[in-house]
């Protein structure tokens, strides 16, 4: 386990933050590292030519190592929906034929389905929430022969149930089905390898567990998925150069593996040098170790909710480092509002609370939690 590493955020006494599956803090040395980037845009000629294709290539190899890849199947975008849409715009579905969601799924992989269902008169088919908390179980009772896509996160992200995407994954292969995973509830707090899941596609943004800031993402392809279309053509992932007689030499071929599917304006030379600290925390401490230091205090609050006859995810089927609570009363705007007060942040999801510590947060951060509750 990790030693508490609230000396690396800037989180005054009294906040007590719970809402990192909302919105991570920055560390400081990736708060840093964006005002060196604003002072290189302050002063745009200093900033050599290479650099921020030095960052990107940086960021997409630590990325890909915290899930098994190289950086030649890492595609630097700007959001989940980006890496979905991606997916959507190039996996075939026959007409009749099913796409597999879950219910209340982040809406980031949902529109998407919903309209190549409407453009191609598939289905959508919404696996409901099992009341026993396994996903897996459910999921699997609805992928049969006329599935073709099957699109899903490794958690839910209301709660923190969790779903055997390796399981879920060889199934889409016995039936020919594309599978696709939302990560983004997952790299950088918890160990997920491809090799085991071995998705088409899988995205994730980085503002949550990978402690990067907002509008840097990453699609991991597939290398058979390697030759298809990506969302945007521009000179970032096709190239172009100067000729001799001053005109422009414009490129035939993508540049290579998953790097065609890049967004526009990839090289950001605030964003990259701050997703770059971040991944670099989050890879020396470890996704495995960060998982094995989280995973009592859910436990603990986990205890505190069902002492006092709360619902929470059964052990068997949840994540270790957020969790969805359910109290007996309703929880209102007015108390999320008290708790803020309280400085105790959490956010309302569903019909609950989800919490959500990092590494900065203690036992007595939960406790106080939940005496704020009782209190209320």
Not at 59 to 68: S, T, V, W
Not at 222 to 239: C, F, S
Request: glycine share 6%.
């Amino acid at each position: 386990m990790l030693a508490n590493q609230k000396h690396l955020f800037d989180i005054p006494d009294p906040v007590n933050y719970l809402a990192c599956a909302a919105n991570a803090p920055l560390l400081t040395a990736v708060r840093d590292a964006g005002r060196r980037g604003l002072d290189r845009k302050y002063h745009p000629w200093t900033i050599p030519n290479e650099q921020a294709t030095e960052e990107s290539e940086m960021a997409r190899k630590l990325f890909g190592q915290l899930i098994g890849v190289t950086a030649d199947d890492v595609a630097i975008v700007p959001s989940t929906a980006y890496g979905v849409a991606t997916a959507a715009q190039n996996l075939p579905v026959g007409k009749g034929r099913n796409i597999v969601i879950l219910q209340d799924q982040f809406p980031s992989n949902v529109y998407a389905w919903h309209r190549l269902a409407a453009e191609t008169d598939a289905n959508v088919v919404v696996v409901p929430r099992p009341t026993d908390w396994d996903w897996t179980s459910a999921v699997l009772a609805h992928l049969d022969a006329e599935t073709d896509i099957v699109s899903l996160p490794p958690c839910h992200w209301i709660d923190g149930s969790r779903l055997d995407l390796a399981v879920i994954g060889a199934r889409c292969r016995q039936l020919g089905a594309a599978f696709v995973i939302d990560a983004t509830q997952a790299v950088g707090a918890m160990p997920l390898d491809v090799k085991d899941l071995q998705p088409d596609y899988m995205t994730c943004s980085g503002y949550k567990w990978l402690l990067c800031p907002y509008s840097i993402s990453f699609l991991y392809v597939a290398p058979h998925r390697q030759k298809d279309q990506p969302l945007e053509i521009h000179g970032q992932n096709k190239g172009f150069g100067s000729l001799p007689d001053g005109g422009i030499d414009y490129f035939d071929d993508y540049m290579t593996a998953a790097r065609r599917f890049d967004m526009g304006e990839r090289n950001n030379f605030i964003n990259l040098p701050m997703a770059v600290a971040g991944l670099q925390q989050v890879s020396a401490w470890h996704p495995a170790e960060i998982q094995e230091t989280l995973t009592p205090l859910i436990e603990q609050a986990a205890a505190e909710a069902v002492n006092r006859g709360w619902a929470v995810p059964d052990g068997n089927h949840r994540v270790g480092h957020f969790i969805g609570i359910i109290p007996a009363f309703a929880v209102t705007d007015e108390i999320i509002a008290a708790l803020t007060d309280r400085k105790i942040f959490v956010t309302r999801r569903g019909s609950g609370i989800r919490v959500a510590p990092h590494l900065f947060s203690t036992a007595a951060d939960i406790e106080q939690l939940f005496q704020a509750l009782d209190d209320l």
